[in-house]
């Protein structure tokens, strides 16, 4: 099925409308849409094809960068969504493997080594060349905050989350041996982690045109949470509730993405984190209209195709898919429409259009 709306010509963004619907204070007549990352990859064909724009890529200098991101923004916009997001972290050195990938642009893809860690000992965690989250530069981001479409907002957080980073500084077979071995040898390293993004919080949380935090901590899988629920409430927890407090100091939603079932903490995350949405779902672990079904009327509940369809799925499979979630969801409000997870390097453009066209056929778009 041939695309209906995309591109849109001249898209009329309102990101104010899009928080009221996050917070639940209204509910849009029209299908606001979320996403957590798109890969260079999808977006290429999508900046050529579609918007008939020159690709650049990002090398050292500041003029390819500024392409590079007016094609970004151009991305979001014209695809209808109300803001632009990406992500920057700080630097934590870990060990890690490579492999080949020829869906990646570099043709590889690299991973975190899960069997051995960079910091297993205490003599090894004095001597980590721990960040400096005042270094970072935030260029990227100033960009796009100071050339943001009337209408739209951005949205942003710490490229990993606290519990990521210290899953892949220590190894999860290595966190998995501390927390019983040497507990305080985890929290140290918790501690000083996510005493470095709430560091750069500060930064991030004053940027012009900020709308949302939408952080990533993935703390489940298939079945369960990755580490116990009680030590997530003891030593992660924590750290979310404050960076959501920070964020809600400024006025501004804190939304959590994190893959996996946990719904054995999302009592936690909702009523002392305090997040006001979940982004990430699975139809094999729990789909979205369950979510929320359950918690719909406490967070927003954002995303939801999975990206399993989205990758082997035809189009019109897609194009289903969204009806039923839409329907299922929208009317309550509390709700936008993207992927389950991210629209990765081997999500075929096609799909990840056929997501968006049919949710803007919905809108009456």
């Keep these: 099925m041939p695309l209906q709306h995309l591109p849109l010509v001249d898209p009329t963004p309102d990101v104010a409308g899009f928080i009221t619907q996050v917070r639940g204070e209204r509910v849009l007549s029209r299908v606001p849409f979320i996403e957590y990352i798109v890969d260079d990859v999808v977006q290429k064909p999508i900046v050529t094809d579609l918007l008939g724009r020159e690709w650049v890529s990002p090398a050292g200098d500041r003029e390819s960068w500024e392409a590079y991101l007016d094609n970004f923004i151009a991305v979001w916009r014209h ?13 934590f050195p870990r060990k890690g493997l490579t492999g080949d990938d020829p869906t990646m642009a570099a043709g590889q ?15 090894q965690f004095e001597r980590y060349p721990w960040p400096d989250p005042g270094a970072v530069s935030l260029w990227a981001l100033e960009y796009i905050c100071e050339n943001l479409p009337e209408g739209m907002g951005f949205v942003t957080c710490h490229g ?25 040898l985890v929290r140290a390293v918790t501690d000083r982690v996510g005493e470095l993004i709430a560091t750069y919080y500060e930064r991030i949380l004053a940027l012009p045109g900020l709308a949302m935090v939408l952080q990533g901590d993935d703390m489940g899988f298939r079945t369960g949470t990755l580490i116990s629920p009680r030590s997530l409430r003891e030593l992660i927890l924590p750290w979310h509730k404050k960076l959501a ?38 139809d094999a672990i729990q789909p ?6 359950c918690w719909g009327e406490e967070i927003a509940c954002l995303g939801g195709v999975d990206v399993d369809l989205l990758t082997r799925g035809s189009e019109d499979q897609v194009r289903t898919r969204v009806r039923q979630i839409v329907e299922a969801c929208a009317p309550r409000g509390r709700f936008a429409l993207g992927s389950g997870n991210s629209i990765a390097s081997y999500v075929p453009a096609e799909s990840y259009l056929a997501m968006l066209d049919q949710g803007l056929s919905m809108s009456g778009g």
């Design 245 to 282: 407090a920070m964020t809600h100091a400024k006025g501004i939603p804190y939304c959590l993405h994190s893959c996996g079932q946990i719904s054995e903490i999302m009592p936690d995350l909702i009523s002392d984190v305090g997040i006001d949405g979940k982004h990430s779902y699975e």
């Design 79 to 91: 695809l209808g969504y109300d803001i632009v997001r990406m992500e920057i972290g700080l630097p």
């Design 109 to 123: 893809r690299s991973w975190v080594d899960q069997h051995e860690g960079t910091i297993i000992t205490w003599d």
């Design 288 to 293: 979205i209209e369950q979510t929320h079904e």
């Design 160 to 184: 990993g989350g606290v519990y990521e980073h210290v899953s892949s500084l220590l190894s999860y077979e290595q966190l998995a041996y501390l927390l019983v071995d040497d507990p305080d």
